[in-house]
């Protein structure tokens, strides 16, 4: 099972929406099971370092199947994952990132969004991954 | 002068219709002016491979204000620009990627099309590039 | 709305200035609106490290639209941007980086100095950013 | 021996004049004997591609202490040096990187310029090179 652009198109659009209900400028990234980019959107105006740590952000979430937050918290100084950040080419472990799932509770991608706080950038893929 | 989100996802809706039209699959990314990616998508069952190269086609279109097949036609062996493909993180430098300019002729950006023949991938940006 | 050559030099000429006023040689680095490089110098007997350093503390400045400083306090242990750093090819997050805007206030660039302590190399980073 | 930022700023100065002579937007790169950037400026509206490559050039010229065009000569296929520019995180080996000597002849540096054609880039080079 594998997200569909269309599927992902529709994450985007949620993540915009909220992105623009609460006042932010964002950059959106979905991926695929294959942890591939399927879409991604740069609202105007966003910060362009975000660009990278969105992309970052959907293919952590991927990567190990969680928020990218629950990640963070183990790659704390002394966690048991500490500075897992270093593999997969640079992993982005604050939230953000959440894996996308179907009707069946299977993961088919991952939506990462960065641009604002990490709680605004955690509820807009929220909204953005739960919108299948 | 800058592209906008709203001009880009005008390119990309273009540039989809055309790959449909023709029957192909395809990636298509659009690049502002500072060649930072502003809007993509991977059409389903577009070549994984094709990601990467429709982001540095769109990259090498604006990093030369020309189409991505005219920088390759000077890179062959013997051409002056020989092997110019190893610089900027690397270049893709086979037709599908094409400047983006405004009403004013001012170039805003450019669109990168990957995933069929070079001839189709030339379309299919055009179609993207001549959208605004 | 992008920084000039012009500008850019007259950055690199008040901050060359500062830097030895207060006896420090320094690697000077200024980039534009899409964080590419415009202007760099590197003072006689500056560190070798510290080029690269200045250029990523440009980047990094103009990346989030803010002093590098800032980012350094949210990306600690336990902070809400712990290990950023790994995003975007490298980031540099302490002192020394800094945002450059034009008389409307508009982002333009942004400048990054490196080779001294970072209270001297945001001091002539702040001489570089209030030249214009 | 090592060039000077005072030596690389009168190479860069010199290199700017010949590129408005013959109306021509540069990038301009300067290395040390370490092949370490010493100076850089890209003049307006230059093309962004150029930055990376006016850099590479001026460290092939100084990794091999010869202009970057002999380096392609013998790059091509069935040369001897066939697809060198794979060493050293990418090698730029058309015209436009001279070795930089001091009065005694000894090779104190670099210079790389990209912006046009090889040839006009080779010219500007030459200008900066001989400014000394």
Redesign the interface.
Known sequence: MNI???Q??KLVAAAKEKATAIDTKMNIAVVDA?A?????????GA???????SI?KAKTARFFDMNTGIV?EL???GGSLY?I??SNG?????PGGIPVKNADGEIIGAIGVSGS??ENDHAVAGAGASAL
């Not at 591939?36 to 105007?44: C, E, I």
């Not at 910060?47 to 740590?53: F, P």
């Open positions: 569909t652009l269309a992902a198109e294959g591939n980019l399927v879409a991604f959107v740069r609202m105007d910060w362009l370092g975000s660009l990278d740590i970052k963070g790659s704390q100084p500075n950040e270093h640079g992993l982005i472990t604050f706080s990490v």
